[in-house]
């Protein structure tokens, strides 16, 4: 019997990769090498050996060589032997959208965005090889799902070209994957872009890149983009490409984070609603990212919204990263449709990444920006420091170590003076309209103290059936649209304020206090109850962040807008309970001022889920509200103390 051993330069069939746990996740590595498909690490062997010996006979023993790739270029170099080359390895780099603004939507059904886009280091490498059939493209890949026939975009490209120019080449093409799909980054546009240049230079260069710009639009918006040096002002479909210099420093570093789960476009752009878009010129915002660099602000999507609806735990997650970092990041934001969230002035993922199970299956990597030379194709990342995975681990990781204890304890000095300042200012718009309406009304002279206390304490029980019943009648939901089943509910359960307020209005003893005193003490005390349990603690949490944001005036002044409408709904019921001789042309009126308070709740949250209104025009429909209603109430209390004729 003759034996054979075989000898292999890489394994077939290496074995699995264990779950990824937080305890056995992969070392992160730059640009590309990540987790999001275990065939990313498996590659095709170039060579085998094959030893062939006859173990009976004493025959020499002979040694076989296959080389696959070897075969491929040679045949390649037979194909065309007047062609410039026979073989081609680019690099296909991916895109974020520092910003993305939706203008407008057009009658074809596509919509106008204005975008700035930037090239990054992650990218794919496909490698192009003259192939001898005249009819067809072969296409193979390191990983499953990608179309491999003329649904691919690199196979579209070719035979876009071969249509524009008459070329008559086809082509052996491996596509090594890298980006993961359904990110947001432009990867198979990416490509196309690629192959069209690859196209272009096995043919002698017949198209100029204006031209292979152009054409490219036919068969995607984004693909003319990489045709540009590696920044540029995209608008229209984002096929109308203006070129700028790069607005930001390329060494500047990034973290991408991608979930398992892929946002569809298409499902992205049909929940998409332009009155819930942002208003700001997207020139203003370029203007403001060349003068003063990135930032939070100024990385506005239109599409997170929409994306968010579709994929809830996409928000979640870019709300994590943002808490989590601690200010490390100058912007974290989602890039295209989704799913990717780019956090901007640091690498290091964040260590919930690597904690949490829900968490165990992202794709990861660190990028930079990326440019390219005219007339010449991006060239992959290598001269980088962080480009090299065979530096030492454990020494990056104390360098790091050293650099986040140095900016902690910078950190630590300001937040303990930011956090008392922010905290101090935020609590005195919140709880100084309190001290003020105590002091300055009679309340303070008839020491109605006791009444409010005792409305306070009221409020809280009421506060906990309330809880009870949300818990057992609500079905918890992550989405963030307007259910009109779940709001009557919550609407049916806010009545329960309305009996707390009767307990406290009616039930409880008041010792010298008029009606009038009463219900002002009681309406105090309940919306001062109201905004110790639901602002103080977001307060002092938010006052806490490196960033103070413009939400927690907003909250101040919302908790101002609760407190006038607390004070007249007591108003209303001390009309509707205590007071026996009024009108009775009032007592409709009355009933339907006091309904519409106690449903405010809900119809804001109908504002804010059913209209897409935000929190800065909700206020300010809170405010003017509550005015008005106070208005009212006073009018109604007043005639109602006027001895009928």
Request: with cysteine; glycine share 6%.
């Amino acid at each position: 019997m003759a034996s054979t051993q075989f000898l292999c330069s890489s394994h077939l069939f290496p074995s699995s990769r264990s779950s990824f746990r937080s305890s056995h996740l992969p070392r992160f590595k730059p640009y590309g090498s990540s987790n999001f498909h275990s065939k990313l690490h498996c590659q095709r062997p170039h060579l085998v050996r094959a030893m062939v010996s006859d173990s009976n006979t004493s025959r020499k023993q002979v040694e076989i060589e296959y080389d696959p790739e070897g075969r491929i270029n040679k045949l390649a170099d037979e194909v065309d032997k007047d062609a410039p080359f026979s073989r081609l390895t680019l690099f296909s780099p991916c895109k974020i959208n520092i910003f993305l603004r939706i203008t407008n939507k057009r009658e074809d059904g596509y919509h106008d965005l204005a975008s700035l886009f930037h090239v990054i280091s992650l990218g794919d490498i496909i490698k192009f090889s003259l192939s001898p059939s005249k009819t067809t493209d072969r296409l193979s890949t390191n990983v499953s799902g990608v179309p491999l026939d003329d649904r691919n975009l690199i196979i579209k490209a070719l035979n876009l070209y071969r249509k524009k120019t008459g070329s008559d080449k086809f082509f052996w093409i491996h596509l090594d994957k890298r980006v993961p799909t359904g990110a947001g980054l432009g990867g198979g546009s990416s490509n196309a872009a690629t192959a069209l240049w690859a196209a272009n230079q096995f043919s002698g260069c017949l198209a100029t890149e204006e031209e292979l710009q152009e054409w490219s639009s036919e068969i995607g918006s984004d693909i003319p983009f990489f045709f540009s040096q590696g920044a540029a002002y995209c608008s229209g479909r984002g096929e109308i490409v203006q070129n700028i210099a790069p607005p930001l420093s390329l060494d500047i570093p990034m973290v991408l984070i991608k979930p398992q789960e892929a946002c569809s476009t298409a499902e992205v752009y049909k929940r998409l609603r332009l009155d819930q878009t942002s208003n700001v010129d997207p020139l203003t915002l370029l203007e403001n990212i060349k003068r003063n660099g990135i930032s939070q602000d100024v990385c506005i999507n239109d599409l997170e919204i929409p994306a968010f609806e579709v994929l809830p735990s996409l928000k979640r997650l870019k709300q994590r990263i943002i808490a989590a970092s601690r200010g490390e990041h100058d912007a974290v934001f989602m890039s295209g449709s989704g799913s990717t969230i780019v956090g901007v002035g640091s690498a290091d993922p964040p260590q919930f990444v690597y904690d949490d199970d829900e968490y165990k299956d992202v794709f990861l990597s660190e990028a930079y920006f990326l440019t390219r030379e005219a007339n010449e194709w991006y060239q992959e990342p290598s001269s980088s420091p962080a480009a090299s995975p065979c530096v030492s681990e454990t020494k990056k990781k104390k360098k790091k170590k050293k650099k986040k204890k140095k900016k902690k304890k910078k950190r630590r000095r300001r937040r303990r003076r930011m956090t008392l300042f922010h905290f101090f200012n935020c609590a005195i718009l919140t709880f100084g309209p309190h001290a003020v309406y105590y002091s300055a009304t009679p309340l303070s002279e008839y020491d109605t103290l006791g009444t409010s206390i005792k409305a306070a304490v009221v409020y809280l029980a009421t506060a906990l059936v309330k809880l009870i019943c949300l818990a057992t009648f609500l079905k918890v939901s992550e989405s963030d649209s307007f259910d009109p089943y779940q709001e009557l509910l919550k609407a049916l359960i806010g009545f329960i304020d309305v009996a707390g307020l009767y307990f406290a209005l009616a039930q409880l003893t008041h010792r010298n206090i008029s009606q009038n005193h009463k219900f002002q003490a009681v309406g105090l005390g309940w919306a001062f109850a109201d905004s110790v349990l639901h602002r103080l603690a977001p307060l002092w949490v938010g006052a806490r962040g490196l960033e103070f944001t413009w939400d927690y005036i907003l909250q101040g002044l919302e908790a101002n807008a609760n407190l006038v409408l607390s004070i007249s709904l007591a108003a209303l019921g001390s009309l509707m309970w205590l007071r026996k001789n009024k009108p009775k042309t009032l007592i409709p009126i009355i009933y339907v001022c006091a309904g519409i308070v106690a449903t405010m709740p809900s119809i804001t949250s109908y504002l804010r889920r059913g209209l897409g209104w935000h929190f800065p025009k909700i206020v300010g429909f809170e405010l003017f509200t509550s005015l008005v209603m106070a208005f009212i109430s006073w009018q109604l209390f007043s005639a109602c103390q006027r001895p009928s004729l």
